[in-house]
Nanobody, 123 residues
């Protein structure tokens, strides 16, 4: 079974930065990329950044230009560098394997979620 452990969250003031990490273990979806999701209260869990198996990245408009997704495949680790944080970035951040889909944009590979990491941004 796939396992992911997210870390790096915390409390920061608006304008600050955080770097999240996601370590994968167990079953690795070798044909899938990875995505970062954010779950904010009242907004559900949404994909905010993704990276395909060949390294192509994509971002939600709300984080474009401020967040950067990257990975170290040798360590099965995914990162999310978050700069210029805003209060609306507050939420629990999750990582999960996924892949581009012609009709749906992005779909998950598997159905396991980690525990997530909390990010709180204050004004």
């Amino acid at each position: 079974q796939e396992q992911v452990v997210e870390s790096g969250g915390g409390s920061v003031q608006a304008g600050g930065s955080l770097k999240l990490s996601c370590v994968q273990s167990g079953y690795i979806w070798s044909s899938c990329g990875m995505g970062w999701y954010r779950e904010a209260v009242g907004y559900g869990r949404k994909l905010i950044a993704s990276i395909t198996v060949d390294g192509q990245t994509a971002y939600a408009d709300s984080v474009k230009g401020r967040f950067t997704i990257s990975q170290d495949k040798s360590k099965n680790t995914l990162f999310l560098q978050m700069n210029s944080l805003k209060t609306e970035d507050t939420g629990v951040y999750y990582c999960a394997a996924g892949a581009p889909h012609k009709a749906l944009g992005w779909v998950r590979c598997g159905n396991h979620w980690g525990q997530g990491t909390q990010v709180s941004v204050s004004a």
